[in-house]
């Protein structure tokens, strides 16, 4: 699944629902989340992917968040979260 280049609160619902339909797809097996596109986010992405980890791992699914941007990890530690969401970091 990509993250598109825009995460914010107004697009949260929207990108939740595809979350969920890619975890719903992937159930048992494993998804990996491509965020190399975000370049305009606020906290509500870091929200995405703490409910997408939480979803995957009710639902067996193995998820991985590759090539996440530096800003993103940033925030993620900064919430404190960043362990528990295992971000790749972009190359």
Request: hydrophobic content about 55%.
């Amino acid at each position: 699944m990509q993250l598109p280049a825009t995460a914010t609160l107004e697009q949260a619902r929207a990108l939740l629902q595809q979350i969920d339909a890619a975890l719903e797809a992937a159930a048992g097996g494993a998804l990996q989340i491509d965020a190399s596109a975000l370049a305009e986010f606020d906290t509500s992405a870091v929200a995405l992917l703490l409910h997408a980890g939480r979803m995957a791992r009710q639902r067996g699914v193995q998820l991985t968040v590759a090539q996440a941007p530096a800003k993103l990890r940033e925030l993620a530690q900064l919430y404190g979260v960043g362990e528990l969401l295992s971000l790749d970091a972009a190359t």
